[in-house]
């Protein structure tokens, strides 16, 4: 095989590399929360709305500036992934209307022709503006909730659990568009290798599905942690 045909063999091998283990995070994460970071996260927010609406005008603030930061932290990645978009917009502008050929180098394997490196640039771009929509929306959430994290839990026949279960669940929509973003900048990093060959995305495909398994799945010890959490707080409930 020619290395202009690795592309592609090995390009759609690391990308379904990275869509099968996050089929598998998406049903680990419904299935079995518990042994997931995102899904412990998602209930860990459950219990802080529980513990900031509990009492409001002793916890509004700590909630409130709580919940500035992660816009802030959001705001950064948002600015950042457009900015990277429009920076790749213009270098591939320049690139285009340049009369020289692509240059050629042994370390770069693979298709080397004009298009393919507009492809290769086009997919980049694309990953970032998927970032940039996901942080926007995860800005768009956490205000929503920092108005209403402050609110007392209206009375109900659920114990004045209705309000605080759809804060906790605008809290969570927040953060889980923070994780796409993250994702998004992930598989961008796979996409920018890529125009340094195909060898060098497909190694580090595989090398990200592996990092991402070990920062996505939880201990054994920090599930035991959190049962234990979850007795005290069903034998609190029950005094």
Partial sequence: MGTEHLD?????????????YHAWLIVAIHRKPERTVIGLNSLARRRWVDAMMS????????????????????????????????????????????SQPPPSSLLVLGNKAPLATSVKFFA???????????????????????????????????????????????????????SLGLRAFYVSFNLFLWIFGPIAMFVSCYVMVCMLYFLDTTTKSTRD??????GQEEMKEGV
């Fill in 124 to 178: 980049i771009t694309v990953c970032f503006m998927l970032a940039f929509l996901c942080h926007v929306q995860s800005i768009r959430y956490y205000a929503h909730v920092s108005f209403l994290v402050s609110v007392p839990p209206s009375p109900s026949s659920r114990g004045g659990r209705l309000s605080t279960a759809y804060v906790a669940r605008s809290l969570n929509r927040g953060g889980l568009f923070w």
């Fill in 55 to 98: 009492d409001p005008q002793k916890n509004g603030v700590l909630a409130v500036q709580t919940v500035r930061n992660n816009i802030m932290a959001s705001t950064v990645l948002a600015t950042t992934a457009i900015t990277l978009a429009s920076l790749i917009g213009v270098f591939t502008g320049i690139s285009t209307s340049s």
């Fill in 8 to 20: 592609f063999l090995l390009v759609p091998l690391g990308l379904l590399a990275v869509a099968a």
């Fill in 225 to 230: 942690h959190n049962e234990s959490l979850r």
